[in-house]
C-alpha cells in the first residue's frame, strides 16, 4: 500500500483533508459488494474500448437501453482493444483541456457499474489512479430518488455524510472527479 503523503504528492492540504474520510465511505459502500463479486462473479469484467467517434454510427447512442442483444454482432462494429481501467483514465491526446469523458455502454447486467465501483474502491485502497485526489461516484439510481432540486454540496453532504465540514473551494481543483 502506497503512503498517501506520496500518493497525493501534488495535491493541495485541504483537498487531502477530506481523503481518509472518502477512503473510509468509499470502503464502506462498495467493500462488502465487491468481496462477493469477487468470490463469486457471475460475469469476469473485461475492460474494452472502441474509439466510438469513427466507429458507432450517432443513433446507437440514442436508444436507452437495447432490447436485443445478439452475441453473433458483438464484434462487428470495429476491433476492440483490451486494456487496464487505470489506462482509461490516461489521457495522451495532445489538446489544452485535461478533462476525459468515459462512457460505460451495455445491455443491463453485464458488469458497467460493477466496474466503475471496482474502480472506485481500488483507488480508496490507494491501489490504483494515485493522480485522482478525490473521488465521488453516484449511481444514477440513487440520484432519481431525489425528488428536490440539490447543490452540488448538499448532495455530497446527503451520499456522503462523512464529509460534514466541506466547502466548494475544496473541490475546485483538477484532480477532483465526480461520476
Known amino acids: 500500500m502506497l503512503n498517501s503523503a506520496v500518493f497525493f504528492s501534488e495535491t493541495p492540504v485541504a483537498v487531502m483533508d477530506l481523503q481518509p474520510s472518502l477512503f ?55 476491433v476492440y482493444s483490451y486494456s487496464t481501467v487505470i489506462d482509461f483514465f490516461v489521457c495522451e491526446c495532445d489538446h489544452s483541456s485535461s478533462k476525459k469523458t468515459v462512457f460505460t455502454i451495455g445491455v443491463g447486467g453485464t458488469g458497467k457499474s460493477t466496474l466503475v465501483q471496482s474502480c472506485c474502491f481500488e483507488w480508496a485502497e490507494q491501489r490504483g489512479c494515485p493522480y485522482i485526489c478525490c473521488m465521488f461516484p453516484f449511481a444514477f439510481w440513487e440520484l432519481n430518488l431525489i425528488k428536490h432540486k440539490l447543490s452540488l454540496l448538499q448532495l455530497l453532504q446527503t451520499f456522503y455524510p462523512e464529509l460534514k465540514k466541506i466547502d466548494a473551494s475544496r473541490l475546485n481543483h483538477p484532480k477532483v472527479w465526480f461520476i
Open 24 to 78: 473510509l465511505a468509499l470502503k464502506r459502500k462498495y467493500g462488502n459488494y465487491l468481496e462477493e463479486f469477487h468470490n463469486k462473479p457471475i460475469l469476469h469484467l473485461g475492460v474494452h474500448y472502441r474509439d466510438f467517434k469513427k466507429e458507432i454510427p450517432e443513433e446507437c447512442f440514442l436508444q436507452h437501453e437495447f432490447r436485443h442483444f445478439d452475441i453473433s454482432d458483438i464484434f462487428s462494429h470495429g
